[in-house]
């Protein structure tokens, strides 16, 4: 077995904005809806193990189907916005669709399924076309649907599966908009309705059955904040019957009959409790799972809940009285965010976990010294809308992405003297803003320009507070990352005013304590109300959700001024002088390019050429020529001018274009890049084509009569769908042909190398070395492909101390690796490991 070419070395990505979309298997996985994917991600590793693709909507519901031994499952259900449920199966230790079932007309919501006789899979589904579907799956991975509950006008949001104590009778519980509880018993392959249990006062959220030796224990949460817990216990036949004795105080039971197969059983319910403690709506709620303690399964009597209130409760009886308490509470401070929209406990009960609205994970780890104490733990995290554009810093150790979030991220890998590989964890999230974002470009290594849904670009700066927490995870050294960045200025961090976009610099004067005279009289009522919202944290791992939302904010130093419309995208040179900027337009005057000098910040040159918006620019490595590329079908170059005495400033003259003859490319060209020696660009298009072109190679000769002919140098590459991005590697093959990858609107990536001495005519000079298979590839369009500056893969290469010579293995790392980072519309950015020997 050879080696494989692309290997994934991390995923970036959340939870989707719906209720109950993560699950925590017995094995020790969490899979969790992602977009139109499945996530499997391991909290030992802190990294996504495999991504499930088959959905073609939003995953809204994803659920382990558990195995009555507690081993770790192998069937997994998850329902989408596709009106489809797919069942997924372990083969080899990978999970792949067996079965699915079609039959809602709309969005499914809530999922749930347990294992019936003969280790068929019964399958409960909740969907917003006000129906609760139950199949049956079987061996043949063929889907049957066994009954349909319609509920007229009103929806059920959960529905939860158990078989009734002592027999191997389903039992349906689904709570919905009407606040009642309903249960249904499915007897004689008919569907009963056994009752409905009253008491919420609004929506029902969430239903989870447990079971406890002879009884069931079912949890409701609802919108009324409350938790309603219910027991469900067989009755003899004798007690059955006999009158109400009325001098005993005791809660009212319900009684119903279940006949199967002339055998009659009688079951009674009668409510355990109510817990109030949440001050907002009950989203989740979810009990420990069963242990096996010497040789038999136990159900640890704890409820885990989660609330719209920012906090998570975990409830149990107390030892003597065995009344319901609070146990613990945990939650998040801060940050303009809602609460948690669900929880899930690890199967050791060691670790919770709930998602909350901008999908990211929160994980609490029970602090093995302290008794009944919990702490944060460290998750990942990612865009929670399609990202839209990435880079790495020029020394390839960290990667900024923006997204239709409204976020820039930043993600490293962090060095974790425990662990036994480096995982990669978003350590700063430096802007969080009121419009999309659409693209970014660094300007060196601690400042970057980006740009949104508005016609401001803004440039931002990385705080003191930001280098020192970046040098101790990454692991390098303070002093020399300080002497790389103006150290004496730069401010501690950065906080947002309350109604404001811009983050305002905090400087180390704002942190100072106020003395007591001072304390006493305000000057201003801007005194009174304090606007830093930051403090700055000295991290020794990456930090939570909530540091991230207020503690890891960029101050931004500059706003530039000049685009008529939305911003679409940026480059910036190697040498950091000059950045370009284009924006959305539908005509010529709006679809200039304007430069912009890094060190003033004025605007350098307005360079009109195309007449649709600009896609996408690229300076080449050696800074002398620009390339932008158009929805008008062409191509523009720019040649840097010499500079004079008089003029010291960078200034840009037309080299060449194509034109409505000229261009090949006949739909809109999406991406460009250069080749790492600046003599050749590469253009990708929607019309599937991929072309390079050249040679540009730029005389001494100053102003040359006739600009050289620039033409394609390839044959043209068909790649069979719209190639939406392009880049060249940095770094050249064994044979010296140069390595590309192609990002596809179907969310696959290809590799190629392109030999530019071959006769381009017959097609020979591409060769495909490599694509991603279904489950590396993205789900949605790929919109940005970078590759990492420099070879060698990102936390692998020991910190040698300056003069070192590289080690053998060092050697072996560069000549072996390059790494590649993709941004999608599937809101992840994932990052691959290329493995140069395979190709």
Not at 425 to 443: F, K, N
Not at 482 to 491: E, H, K, R, T
Not at 648 to 667: M, Q, V, W
């Amino acid at each position: 077995m050879a080696a494989p070419v692309i290997e994934t070395c991390h995923v970036a990505c959340c939870a989707n904005r719906t209720p109950h979309v993560v699950s925590w298997g017995r094995g020790g996985i969490i899979a969790f809806g992602t977009c139109t994917s499945v996530a499997l991600y391991d909290p030992q590793e802190r990294r996504v193990v495999a991504v499930l693709n088959g959905h073609t909507g939003r995953v809204n519901t994803v659920q382990w189907i558990h195995r009555e031994d507690c081993a770790p499952e192998s069937h997994l259900v998850s329902g989408g916005s596709d009106n489809r449920l797919i069942v997924w199966e372990a083969q080899n230790g990978n999970f792949v669709q067996s079965v699915e079932c079609k039959g809602h007309t709309g969005p499914v919501c809530a999922v749930d399924a347990i294992y019936v006789e003969d280790s068929k899979i019964l399958v409960a589904s909740s969907a917003s076309d006000s129906t609760v579907r139950l199949w049956l799956c079987n061996e043949d991975n063929e889907a049957e649907c066994l009954h349909t509950l319609s509920f007229g006008s009103s929806f059920m949001m959960d529905v939860s599966l158990a078989l009734l104590p002592g027999s191997r009778v389903p039992i349906l519980a689904c709570g919905g908009d009407n606040s009642q509880v309903h249960l249904y018993v499915q007897s004689n392959g008919e569907l009963h309705k056994a009752m409905s249990l009253q008491g919420h006062e609004d929506w029902i959220r969430g239903v989870a059955w447990a079971s406890l030796g002879g009884e069931l224990l079912l949890a409701s949460c609802s919108q009324d904040c409350l938790i309603r817990v219910w027991r469900l216990c067989a009755k003899s036949g004798t007690d059955a019957h006999i009158e109400d004795d009325h001098t005993i105080i005791k809660m009212k039971e319900d009684v119903f009959e279940v006949k199967e197969r002339d055998v009659s059983s009688v079951f009674a319910v009668s409510l355990e409790t109510v817990l109030a403690g949440h001050e907002n709506w009950v989203y989740g709620v979810h009990w420990q799972p069963p242990l096996y303690k010497g040789g038999e399964l136990q159900q640890p009597l704890s409820l885990l809940s989660a609330s719209m209130d920012k906090t998570m409760i975990l409830w149990a009886p107390e030892e003597g009285s065995g009344v319901w308490v609070e146990q613990v509470r945990v939650g998040e401070v801060g940050g303009n965010t809602l609460g948690f929209y669900g929880c899930q406990m690890s199967p050791d009960g060691s670790m919770i976990m709930a998602h909350a609205f901008h999908g990211a994970l929160h994980l609490w780890c029970k602090d093995q010294d302290k008794e009944g104490q919990w702490r944060p733990g460290v998750v990942i995290s990612g865009h929670f809308n399609a990202v839209q554009d990435l880079s790495w810093d020029p020394e390839g150790e960290f990667i900024l992405s923006v997204g239709s979030d409204q976020t820039t991220r930043l993600f490293t890998p962090w060095r974790n003297q425990d662990a036994k590989q480096t995982t990669w964890h978003e350590i700063s999230r430096p802007q969080i803003h009121g419009y999309d974002m659409q693209c970014l470009a660094m300007v060196g290594r601690f400042q970057f320009v980006s740009g949104a849904d508005e016609k401001v670009l803004r440039v931002f700066q990385a705080p003191r507070n930001f280098v020192e927490n970046f040098a101790n995870i990454s692991g390098t050294s303070r002093e020399k990352l300080l002497a790389s960045s103006d150290s004496a200025n730069l401010p501690e961090g950065a906080s947002t005013p309350a109604l404001g976009l811009s983050n305002k610099a905090v400087f180390q004067g704002d942190l100072a304590p106020k003395t007591n005279n001072e304390a006493g009289q305000f000057n201003s009522v801007s005194d009174q109300y304090q606007e830093s919202y930051f403090h700055p944290l000295i991290m020794t791992e990456p930090p939570p959700e909530d540091h991230l939302l207020q503690n890891t904010l960029w101050p931004e130093v500059q706003k530039l001024y000049g685009h008529g419309f939305e911003m679409f995208c940026l480059a910036s040179d190697s040498a950091r002088e000059v950045v370009a900027s284009a924006c959305k337009a539908s005509k010529a005057e709006h679809a200039a390019v304007l430069l912009w000098s890094t060190a003033t910040w004025r605007q350098l040159q307005t360079l009109p050429c195309h007449t649709l918006t600009v896609t996408q620019m690229a300076f080449s490595p050696d800074a002398q020529l620009l390339l932008a590329v158009s929805r008008d079908r062409t191509w523009s170059l720019w040649r840097r001018n010499l500079s004079t005495p008089e003029s010291p400033e960078p200034r840009f003259s037309l080299y060449a274009n194509t034109g409505k003859d000229t261009a090949i490319h006949s739909r809109i060209i999406w991406s460009c890049d250069w080749s790492p020696d600046s003599k050749y660009f590469v253009t990708s298009s929607r019309d599937k084509k991929v072309i390079v072109w050249g040679p540009c190679r730029l005389e001494d000769s100053g102003d040359s009569v006739l600009p050289p002919e620039i033409k394609p140098c390839s044959s043209i590459l068909d790649v069979g769908d719209s190639a939406t991005a392009v880049a060249f590697c940095p770094v050249l093959c064994s044979d010296d042909s140069y390595l590309l990858a192609v990002g596809l609107d179907s969310g696959r990536i290809l590799l190629y190398r392109w030999s530019p001495g071959q006769e381009p005519a017959g097609g020979q000079d591409w060769r495909s070395c490599g694509e991603t298979d279904n489950s590396q590839s993205h789900a949605l369009t790929i919109k940005r492909l970078r590759w990492r500056p420099r070879p060698g893969r990102v936390g692998h290469e020991n910190n040698k101390l300056d003069g070192q010579t590289d080690g053998k293995g060092e050697v072996e790392e560069k000549n072996s690796w390059v790494q590649l980072a993709s941004a999608s519309a599937d809101h992840s950015v994932k990052i691959f490991n290329i493995n140069k020997r395979a190709l």
